[in-house]
């Protein structure tokens, strides 16, 4: 037989959503089933519905949206307590019965399996927050590109300037990566560094290493260079059970490496990169949301790249 790759969708075909009705029982009775199903009903609509327009938003956006529509229906209130409960149990459905045997029957025959999902990139920390790879041991972050036209011609270009940015491009990039560690593993609270630059194109660094240890005690690395042949966006998280595997910039699958399994999910990105990052800033600042990556953040990931820099 000849092997083939085989794309599940996760919600309604690995997992059931409908489960959801179990916890809905202890909030609202009889109420319970058809909250549970108008809110799987109304959770695809809007994820379908932003896709036809182009107008994304994260998989958790349209369900806790779904969710105010079907209480609003059935004339049904919960807490924010209650809300954040259900929205945390959504991301710990259980698979059907017949998902993992199934599975393992189809890789056994040669073929290669993957999960598609609308979820975000804090995907990765969902994992993390299960245990799925074990004790975390350890973060490394490789990126690299090669020099573009403007750095060859060695015209003025500000990003490249070291009065303006002492880094360049690490400036400009390791920041999203640097905060987002922080967020999946908490802050980092001691960080060296080394830079050179070896191309001599411009007067900023094009080429750093760095090594540092969270607050969790998670050890990590990071290589930036600006002069490689081709471009690379790699990020491997270390447990004692597995490791996760992800880029911070590039479209690639969130991998998932275990003793017995491998696993990737898809998750493709917005239209529009940066919409539900403004969408989510705006909320937050309404207090109509959370978002992750706040002035406070960015400030201590600040912290960070200065002492990479030092």
Not at 88 to 110: F, R
Not at 139 to 146: D, G, L, R, S, T
């Amino acid at each position: 037989m000849q092997s083939q790759t085989i794309a599940f969708d996760v919600y309604g075909t690995l997992v059931d959503p409908l489960e959801m009705s179990r916890h809905l029982q202890m909030m609202v009775g009889d109420k319970a089933e058809a909250l549970s199903k108008l809110w799987r009903e109304k959770q695809v609509e809007y994820a379908f519905r932003r896709g036809l327009m182009g107008r994304y938003e994260p998989f958790g956006v349209c369900t806790l949206q779904a969710l105010n529509y079907a209480m609003e229906v059935l004339d049904v209130s919960l807490s924010t307590e209650q809300q954040g409960f259900l929205m945390a149990q959504y991301q710990q459905l259980q698979a059907y019965a017949d998902v993992i045997p199934g599975i393992e029957s189809l890789k056994a025959q040669g073929h290669y399996c993957v999960a598609f999902s609308n979820g975000p990139a804090v995907k990765v920390k969902e994992l993390l927050d299960k245990g799925e790879i074990g004790e975390v041991r350890h973060i490394n972050w490789h990126f690299n590109k090669a020099a573009n036209d403007v750095d060859l011609s060695q015209q003025y270009n500000w990003r490249t300037d070291k009065n303006i940015a002492l880094g360049g491009y690490f400036d400009d990039l390791a920041s999203h990566g640097l905060d987002l560690f922080n967020y999946l593993l908490g802050d980092i609270e001691n960080v060296v560094g080394l830079s050179t630059n070896q191309q001599n194109l411009y007067s900023a660094k094009d080429a750093i290493v760095a090594s540092w240890i969270h607050q969790s005690g998670v050890t990590g690395s990071g290589s930036w260079n600006f002069g490689c042949s081709q471009r690379a966006d790699k990020v491997e998280i270390l447990g004692n059970k597995g490791r996760i595997e992800f880029s911070v910039f590039d479209e690639q699958p969130i991998k998932l490496v275990t003793i017995d399994n491998s696993e990737e999910l898809l998750i493709d990105n917005p239209k529009n990169i940066q919409l539900y990052h403004a969408i989510n800033i705006q909320k937050h600042l309404s207090n109509e949301g959370w978002h992750p990556s706040t002035g406070e953040t960015a400030t201590h990931t600040a912290w960070v790249m200065d002492n990479i820099l030092k």
